[in-house]
């Protein structure tokens, strides 16, 4: 698929070939419609030009929903029909906007038709599918009768489904107790085999120490360890443990509408007055990776050609005097008499970010900057000051998903109020690039155009890149994956990470042996 | 006495009902939208707030939507917002759940403070005294969470048994007798926590009130009668000294729905206070607003019945 196709027929038909063709003339309106309503709706139903990407599922047979009925193309189509539905109020819909049709072609082929180009779609699809034969309006009609309630108002939402959940996974729901677990049972009829584990259970437990030792007495056998813990359950003979870079990363956004944040020399400067080596060693216990800029670090989108700053305080002051901050006799930043002064803000409740502000003032200080910091409840934080762009500088984090579509956070028609790209970064390129990354479905261009968008937002440096944090997991030795083959030979392997370092996608075929194991070298 | 209940209903359903304004306006009134309304999610466009709104009513001026959560509230159809699960049905489930916890730690406060702090009294400034005064500086200064952990780390390492949660996690069909002596178990150290604090504070209530009551006259005089000390002790003066305990019994009412964020939280409690804390970061009105009706409703009827409490024990009280 080629997004500069009708650009480039244009050099073959002549400029003005497409905007010649008028859609009024061959369409005609029952109802008196005024000028603009009827060009608007002229526009849509008749384009002179319109991508119209098709994604065509073919759907594996034989796959089953846990209560034993099969799973099929008009379950497909009926999950995109629920999220649409705005009685459901999905907070999915933004992602099924660009979708034109969901077609059944045949119980096992689902053909997607869209709008126009959208790359990211493919990942959208992810999404898990919804029996139809519990949830349609004949079935939401009788449970609404059931429970005595007003069938009219009675939605998905109100379901007893949402408590009790049905899918096609390798477990199937057993049952939820609220703040405490949840409990999953093998789905024997799962189509890719039935999992090893019999039972699974999800805990919910708040208190980092307590994790800890409930995972010592063995009543976990995973939990998401903090990097403080990580160094004494490494190196402990009776855990294996997996890392990997994680998918978010924190930053210092600066509010490039304010002076003298619209110089990319002074955001530059103060991000090189600040030691990320040191910030990952001491308040992360080097759990952590610098990153120079938006895309997720394991993906090919990543630029690594792009070198982080160097940390380097004289080299800031000497770019800050390019710009005109001199410092004063006592050692403080001014130009034009007026002094170097801004508020850095950010969230309360995060010990990281909150000791990472402590550090970034600091390192500002000893470069003569009057930096002054504050500590925000959540929820004020992002309504009164982000949302309103009542700030001068702040330390946040994004999670990112794996699709490189950077729209909401970086293109310049999202620098409204209450839009993402608050540091309201503007760049004429950048933008073209952000738009053709998401209409883009070679992925060798894709990765190009994405190189090249890495490049300009670490040239402007609108954010202070800090660093991505890494994620460990510790597992008990005696966990390892078993397989059985044809012959019923059965065999024990060491669980080994994937490419992407997903340590858990065999998880299927784990089981808990009752002594630690020792394995031969492979040879 | 009936005009006296019948005055104190009427005045405490106004005072209710002025509570549900202010608590209304209050929460209302804070920064920061419920977060099913308004996620940092880049996904979430304004047309999608804008109906998440309408859903919730969020988009009426305040008045009606005062009416409209009451309205609900009275005939049960209130939900959570986070899950549209019924907010009674929740609420009821973690209150069975603190129930326990606050019980027994309510009756642990209650019958140690008054012996340490009667002997105490008695002994006054001897080794006991001291020794007691110094401990109970010491529980009411160290931190509540530090000392748990304390005692969960020491527990842990050297009896080897599970401590947190209302059960041994995946007991399973164990005989009746066992499930219950692990309940009990499990209950002990969080409500020993949270009684700590209380024992400290309400013992050194106990000695100060024992030790006025010891200087009066008639103390004297029931001792220069030739009466055996420990009559004196806990017939004259322990029974004068009692009267303002009688009032914070009522008190202890609200405590009921209270619930203690810290202590559940460290012991993965299901508890009322959890939720509630949980319903607070997320501005999920309805949870917050009837906790809140409900918590101010029993301290009325606790102030109610301490009133009455005081009525029945002091003879020289009449209405």
Redesign the interface.
């Known amino acids: 698929m080629d997004q500069d196709l009708f650009q480039n027929l244009t050099h073959l038909l002549g400029k003005d070939y497409f905007e010649s063709f008028h859609g009024q003339n061959y369409l005609k309106s029952d109802y008196q419609l005024s000028k603009e309503q009827w060009a608007a709706f002229v526009g849509e139903l008749m384009p002179a030009v319109e991508h119209n990407p098709i994604l065509l599922f073919n759907l594996r047979p034989g796959v089953k929903f846990h209560d034993g009925h099969l799973m099929n193309a008009d379950d497909v189509r009926f999950t995109y029909e629920a999220i649409m539905n705005?009685k459901n109020?999905s907070?999915?819909?933004?992602?099924y906007e660009p979708v034109k049709t969901v077609e059944v072609m045949d119980p096992l082929t689902v053909k997607i038709v869209y709008k126009r180009l959208y790359s990211p779609a493919i990942g959208t699809w992810g999404m898990g599918i919804l029996p139809e034969h519990l949830l349609d309006a004949h079935a939401l009609q009788k449970e609404a009768f059931r429970l005595g309630k007003d069938p009219k108002t009675f939605s998905i939402?109100?379901s007893a489904f949402?408590?009790n959940p049905v899918g096609c996974g390798p477990f199937k729901f057993q049952n939820w107790?609220?703040?405490?677990?949840i409990t999953l049972d093998r789905f024997d009829d799962y189509w890719e085999g039935p999992p090893n584990y019999q039972r699974y259970?999800f805990?919910?437990?708040?208190?980092l120490?307590?994790q800890e030792?409930?995972f010592?007495?063995g009543?976990i056998d995973s939990y998401e360890v903090q990097p403080h813990q990580v160094k004494r359950l490494e190196n402990d003979p009776r855990f294996q443990n997996f890392s990997g870079v994680a998918f978010g990363y924190t930053y210092i956004g600066y509010n490039t509408r304010r002076k003298p944040f619209d110089d990319p020399r002074i955001r530059r400067a103060l991000g090189m007055a600040i030691d990320i080596e040191k910030i990952i060693k001491y308040v992360l216990y080097g759990q952590g990776e610098q990153i120079t800029g938006p895309f997720v670090k394991q993906t090919d989108y990543y630029n690594h050609a792009i070198k982080p700053l160097d940390y380097d305080p004289s080299g800031a002051l000497k770019l800050l005097e390019t710009a005109g901050w001199k410092r004063n006799k006592a050692g403080r930043l001014e130009k034009n008499g007026k002094p170097f002064k801004f508020t850095l803000i950010t969230n309360s409740g995060n010990d990281l970010r909150k000791a990472i502000l402590a550090i970034v003032q600091d390192a500002w200080k000893q470069i003569g900057i009057d930096v002054h910091t504050d500590l925000l409840?959540?929820?004020?934080f992002?309504?009164?000051r982000v949302n309103k762009r009542d700030f001068d500088a702040l330390i946040l984090g994004w999670q990112m998903g794996i699709d490189p579509d950077l729209y909401?956070?970086w293109h310049s028609s999202q620098t409204n109020l209450?839009q993402?790209n608050f540091v309201g970064y503007k760049n004429k390129e950048a933008d073209d690039l952000i738009i053709k990354i998401r209409q883009e479905y070679n992925y060798q261009r894709q990765i190009e155009f994405c190189h090249r968008l890495h490049e300009i937002i670490a040239r402007e440096q609108p954010y202070t890149f800090l660093y991505v944090g890494k994620w460990t997991a510790v597992l008990d030795k005696r966990i390892v994956i078993k397989t059985v083959d044809d012959t019923g030979t059965i065999r024990y392997e060491k669980i080994t990470p994937t490419k992407t370092g997903n340590y858990n996608f065999y998880f299927n075929k784990w089981i808990k042996l009752p002594q630690v194991p020792s394995f031969m070298e492979k040879g | 006495m009936l005009s006296f209940i019948g005055r104190s209903v009427v005045q405490k359903t106004i005072t209710l009902f002025f509570v549900s304004i202010v608590s209304f306006l209050i929460i209302h009134l804070a920064p920061g939208k419920p977060s099913q309304v308004d996620p940092l999610n880049p996904k979430f466009t304004p047309e999608v707030v804008e109906r998440f709104k309408k859903e919730f009513h969020l988009d009426k001026p305040l008045y009606v939507q005062y009416v409209y959560f009451y309205h609900d509230l009275f005939t049960g159809k209130t939900v959570s917002w986070k899950d549209n699960q019924s907010v009674l049905k929740k609420i009821l489930e973690r209150f069975l759940n603190s129930l326990p916890l606050f019980f027994v730690g309510t009756l642990i406060t209650w019958t140690l403070s008054f012996p340490v702090g009667i002997r105490s009294a008695i002994f006054r400034g001897g080794i006991y005294d001291r020794s007691a005064t110094f401990l109970s500086y010491l529980l009411i200064s160290i931190p509540g969470f530090f000392f748990a952990y304390v005692l969960i780390i020491f527990v842990v390492t050297y009896f080897h048994v599970p401590v947190i949660g209302m059960e041994t996690f995946g007991i399973g069909d164990a005989p009746a007798t066992y499930l219950f002596m692990d309940r009990i178990w499990h209950l002990l150290l969080p409500s020993v926590l949270s009684a700590t604090g209380g024992i400290a504070v309400l013992s050194r209530y106990v000695r100060s009130q024992m030790l006025e009551v010891e200087g009066q006259d008639y103390i004297r005089t029931a001792r220069a009668k030739g009466l055996p000390s420990e009559q004196v002790h806990y017939k004259h003066a322990l029974r004068n000294a009692l009267l303002p305990f009688v009032t914070m019994f009522g008190l202890i009412l609200p405590g009921l729905i209270g619930g203690s964020v810290i202590i559940e939280s460290i012991f993965s409690w299901p508890g009322m206070g959890r939720m509630a804390y949980e319903a607070i970061l997320a501005r999920d009105y309805p949870i917050i607003l009837t906790v809140n009706f409900v918590s101010a409703v029993l301290v009325l009827v606790g102030t109610f019945i301490s009133d009455l409490l005081y009525l029945v024990v002091d003879p020289r009280i009449r209405l």
């Open positions: 705005p109020l907070p999915r819909i933004p992602d939402r109100q949402n408590r107790k609220s703040d405490q677990y259970v805990r919910i437990i708040p208190d120490l307590t030792m409930e010592y007495a009543t409840e959540w929820s004020v992002i309504q009164e909401q956070i209450y993402l």
